[in-house]
C-alpha cells in the first residue's frame, strides 16, 4: 500500500530560534490527512530521543510552536514504513553523538531530518532530489 513521506515545520519562539521539523506519513495527501509523526524530544540529559505520535493531522499545530508548512518527499513503500522507526532512532544516536563530541549546539532536529532522507534517498526508496529539496527548506525563525 505505501504511504507519502513529509518534512513539516514549525514557528519557532524567536526569529533566530530553530523551527521545530518533524517527518510525518500519511496514506493521503491532502491537509487533513492524518499523520503519524517522527520527531526529536529531549530527555532530562539534555540529549534527544526519537518519539512517534500517532493519529494527528498533518497541519495540526505542535507543543513546540504553531504549523508552519511542509514539503512532500515522496511516496514510499510498506518497507519504509516498517523501518522508518529504526531510521529514527539510529539517526537520533547520530545526533547524540555529534553533540558529544563537539557540543549541545552542533546538531538538531534538521540534521536528524537530513541523515533519514539522505539514508532513504541513497538506497532509492526516495526519489531522487527530495534531499535537495529538504535542504531548501526554513530553518530558523
Not at 6 to 16: G, T
Request: glycine share 6%; net charge neutral.
Amino acid at each position: 500500500m505505501g504511504g507519502y513521506l513529509w518534512l513539516v515545520w514549525y514557528e519557532a519562539a524567536s526569529k533566530v530560534s530553530p523551527k521545530h521539523w518533524t517527518l510525518a506519513v500519511t496514506y493521503e495527501a491532502h491537509d487533513r490527512a492524518y499523520a503519524t509523526v517522527y520527531e526529536l524530544s529531549v530527555d532530562a540529559a539534555g540529549f534527544y530521543k526519537s518519539r512517534v505520535i500517532r493519529r494527528v493531522h498533518l497541519t495540526s499545530n505542535h507543543p513546540s510552536g504553531a504549523y508552519s508548512g511542509r514539503i512532500l518527499l515522496g511516496e514510499i513503500n510498506d518497507n519504509v514504513l516498517r523501518s522508518l522507526e529504526a531510521y529514527s532512532d539510529t539517526a537520533a544516536e547520530l545526533v547524540n553523538s555529534q553533540i558529544r563530541q563537539r557540543g549541545c549546539e552542533s546538531a538538531n532536529c534538521h540534521d536528524w531530518a537530513l541523515i533519514i532522507v539522505r539514508s532513504l534517498e541513497d538506497a532509492m526508496l526516495l526519489p531522487k532530489g527530495s534531499l535537495e529539496r529538504l535542504e531548501k527548506c526554513p530553518r530558523t525563525g
